[in-house]
């Protein structure tokens, strides 16, 4: 089964924060599926729990008074045999009582369940580790959160949305004993409490991801969004830039002439061709008039939503910015999406002042939009007081 079954996050959204980023441009967006090595393991786990009275106290008179038989074990606490060797039957069956030679003795985990006053059983447990399907390196524990998509073997090959990338070499045996000895095991989600792993089957799996090819500072630049904490993947992205196979799939793409594509895509849309501002040879811009925009929920054919304004769309994967050259149209965009920044979670004063920040520059305002103009803005179309933290 696939783990998380829900779609990946809007696309707008990677393609948002990647040109938010300092001398970034968006040129491309690829639709990728990452392949991965899914292990499914069986170990055992050590669980904590309270003494039950009498237990307690036949593990004290092992422990503290070196008592080794049954009769001195009743004799000392004042009950019967026939009890204190119940007590044992259990002890020993969770492994914290040996006999050797007809004489008592603690286990290790009887000496430690002793010096913790916890009683430690044993239980068998069975968990699914990735690796990267090219290094066979182990992934983060950030991709193990519900926001991040894993696609099995049948599901990723029953989609039709993101283009699989073969596996770059098969799943190593000694894989997850490597794992096992790092010290940092628990940063990729093998809790140091998990004991006697064992592979019980492997078989692949995928990561979906939005793969941007952008340029910046004049050079050409891989980002990768898996759903990892709302921002790039660092940890795929390494890989990705590292791996010959990947970038030449993009780069084989990236030599296509973005014009072609757009052209059918705006027909569609009744936009006429010179609507297109090309601000370099490969950064296009969409100029509409401010009729083409609007904040009604039920938009006329052939208009956009205000809120996509300054916002990245990708007709056949290549990047194209929705834009509008009246300052005011883009300022009025700019306030809807700050008030919708506020509206879905309570944010705190330095949360706001950094989007507001952002969207200035990102619809480049003549005047950087403050908390003061948000909550003008507010007043004026009813929204009342803004509920900020802090």
């Not at 040129?27 to 009498?54: K, N, Q």
């Not at 894993?150 to 949305?161: I, K, N, S, Y």
């Not at 594509?261 to 006429?272: E, L, P, S, V, Y």
């Not at 330095?350 to 507010?378: I, V």
């Amino acid at each position: 089964m696939s783990r998380n079954d829900g779609p990946l996050y809007a696309q707008t959204r990677a393609l948002e924060h990647a040109a938010s980023l300092p001398g970034v441009r968006p040129l491309r967006v690829h639709s990728l599926a990452f392949p991965l090595h899914a292990a499914e393991l069986d170990a055992t786990i050590e669980e904590r729990g309270p003494f039950d009275l009498l237990d307690r106290y036949v593990g004290l008179a092992i422990a503290d008074a070196r008592f080794t038989t049954t009769p001195e074990i009743a004799t000392f606490l004042g009950v019967s045999e026939r009890m204190v060797d119940q007590v044992l039957r259990f002890l020993h069956g969770i492994g914290h009582v040996q006999a050797n030679g007809g004489s008592l003795t603690l286990t290790p985990r009887g000496f430690r369940a002793v010096r913790d006053d916890r009683r430690y059983v044993e239980k068998r447990e069975k968990l699914r580790i990735y690796f990267d399907g090219v290094r066979c390196g182990p992934l983060r524990t950030a991709h193990y959160a519900p926001g991040v998509r894993v696609l099995d073997r049948e599901a990723a090959h029953a989609q039709r949305t993101f283009r699989l990338l073969q596996h770059g070499g098969p799943f190593q045996p000694g894989a997850v004993d490597d794992l096992a000895r790092r010290p940092d095991r628990g940063d990729y989600d093998l809790p140091d409490e998990l004991l006697n792993l064992e592979v019980s089957s492997v078989d692949q799996a995928f990561l979906p991801c939005y793969v941007i090819r952008a340029r910046a500072g004049g050079a050409r630049t891989t980002m990768v969004y898996s759903g990892v904490a709302d921002r790039r993947d660092l940890h795929i992205e390494k890989i990705f830039n590292n791996w010959p196979r990947s970038t030449h799939v993009m780069e084989a793409s990236d030599a296509e002439e973005p014009r072609d594509h757009f052209a059918g895509w705006m027909r569609q849309r009744d936009i006429a061709p010179d609507a297109i501002v090309w601000q370099d040879h490969d950064s296009p811009r969409l100029n509409l008039p401010p009729s083409r925009y609007t904040d009604k929920e039920s938009r006329p054919k052939n208009t956009f939503s205000l809120s996509m304004l300054g916002a990245y769309v990708a007709p056949r994967s290549h990047v194209l910015q929705l834009w509008c050259n009246d300052s005011a149209t883009r300022e009025k965009a700019a306030l809807s999406r700050a008030l919708a920044y506020v509206s879905t979670t309570r944010r705190t004063r330095d949360q706001l002042t950094e989007f507001l920040e952002r969207m200035s520059g990102q619809l480049e305002l003549p005047s950087p939009l403050t908390e003061e103009t948000l909550r003008r803005h507010a007043r004026k179309v009813g929204y009342g007081p803004l509920n900020l933290k802090g």
